[in-house]
Nanobody, 122 residues
Framework: VQLVESGGGLVQAGGSLRLSCSAS????????IGWFRQAPGKEREAVSCISTSDGVTYYADSVKGRFTISSDNAKNTVYLQMNSLKPDDTAVYYCSTHHNCPAVVAGWGDHWGKGTLVTVSS
């Protein structure tokens, strides 16, 4: 199993980024795939998750209305569209997978990517 994140970078507050999580080695269409983030000195935080079988999504309160998660099952890729970015969104963003989103959000992911850095300047 491999998860590879991409799309991070430096953006000004109010800007947008789209992160991608490309997956391989498992039945992508029947899993929960989620995004976490960890800022320096802070605990890891579950940001969002999508069930690839039925499209059910989860969002942390801190990102509701600004971030949108989606999946392209044909490409085995999950996206996180991040709009109206704030300096507090600065973190390394990781994707993780488990059989369902509640397990992913609880931090019980079976597999994790290496992360992509998002920096939001004020």
């Amino acid at each position: 199993v491999q998860l590879v994140e991409s799309g991070g970078g430096l953006v000004q507050a109010g800007g947008s980024l789209r992160l991608s999580c490309s997956a391989s080695g498992f039945a992508f269409e029947d899993y929960g795939i989620g995004w976490f983030r960890q800022a320096p000195g802070k605990e890891r935080e579950a940001v969002s998750c999508i069930s690839t079988s039925d499209g059910v999504t989860y969002y942390a309160d801190s990102v509701k209305g600004r971030f949108t998660i989606s999946s392209d099952n044909a490409k085995n890729t999950v996206y996180l569209q991040m709009n109206s970015l704030k300096p507090d969104d600065t973190a390394v963003y990781y994707c993780s997978t488990h059989h369902n989103c509640p397990a992913v959000v609880a931090g019980w992911g079976d597999h994790w990517g290496k992360g992509t850095l998002v920096t939001v300047s004020s």
